[in-house]
């Protein structure tokens, strides 16, 4: 089975609208971490924001906000006042474990590519 | 404080021919990862170090990828030898001590002909 499942392979936003990117994950670890990562066509990965699963409260860092409902093990990104620089590739990502704990690695999903049309 | 760097950034070569990458990666940061992000899908980890010595390889194709990290800095993957679908960014990743976040270098785009 996927661990992340991001269902929406390409998104056309109005700027200045929010948007909604959509994850789902799986996992039995009880302490896990969720991401989300913006990739441009440059290429770099550029890290957005984190979710822990004991935070109680969702992650939020400037426009970006994580929806996260552990029960339905979704973890959505939310832009809002989209702009026309988030154009790219977004990706969420799962680490399974506590961080430092040993094997930290980050499983991706395939990505959405978000497209902010003027 | 200065990025993660990778070199080279573009590479093309034969199939059946070797190749290495090389990272250095933000000075003080432990944890080393290795990446291949094939066109159209996320990046997949082929292995983590933690200082010199490996914490995960359970991805990497033994057979004939390889990768060292000397002395617990620099990092150097290898494709030996490489097939067609071994063509693929290659990003190497660091992170400090317990802290949650991956940062990333610019890729080694590979492409095996």
């Known amino acids: 089975a996927q661990k992340i499942t991001q269902t929406q392979p390409g998104m056309f936003v109005q700027e200045k609208e929010a948007v909604t990117l959509d994850c789902t994950y799986d996992t039995s670890d009880q302490s896990y971490g969720l991401f989300w990562y913006k990739q441009p066509s440059s290429g770099e990965m550029i890290f957005l924001i984190y979710?822990?699963?004991?935070?109680?409260q969702n992650a939020t860092e400037g426009r970006y906000s994580l929806n996260f409902q552990k029960a339905r093990k979704s973890a959505n990104l939310v832009i809002s006042a989209s702009q026309l620089g988030d154009s790219a590739m977004y990706f969420c990502?799962?680490?399974?474990?506590?961080?430092?704990?040993?094997?930290?690695?980050?499983?991706f999903g395939k990505g959405t590519h978000l497209i902010i049309q003027p | 404080e200065a990025g993660v760097a990778q070199s080279p950034r573009y590479k093309i070569i034969e199939k059946r021919q070797s190749v290495a990458f090389w990272c250095n990666p933000i000075?003080?940061?432990?944890?080393l990862y290795w990446y291949q992000q094939i066109l159209g899908q996320g990046p997949k980890l082929l292995i983590q170090?933690?200082?010199?010595?490996?914490?995960?390889d359970s991805q990497l194709p033994k057979d004939r990828f390889s990768a060292e990290r000397l002395k617990g800095v620099d990092s150097t993957l290898k494709i030996q030898p490489a097939k067609l679908e071994d063509s693929a960014v290659y990003l190497c990743a660091c992170k400090r001590g317990v802290s949650y976040e991956q940062y990333f270098g610019p890729g080694t785009r590979l492409t095996v002909t």
């Open positions: 979710q822990g699963s004991y935070d109680e």
């Open positions: 990502a799962m680490r399974e474990g506590r961080t430092g704990g040993g094997a930290d690695g980050l499983t």
């Open positions: 170090f933690q200082n010199n010595g490996v914490v995960d």
């Open positions: 000075s003080g940061h432990a944890t």
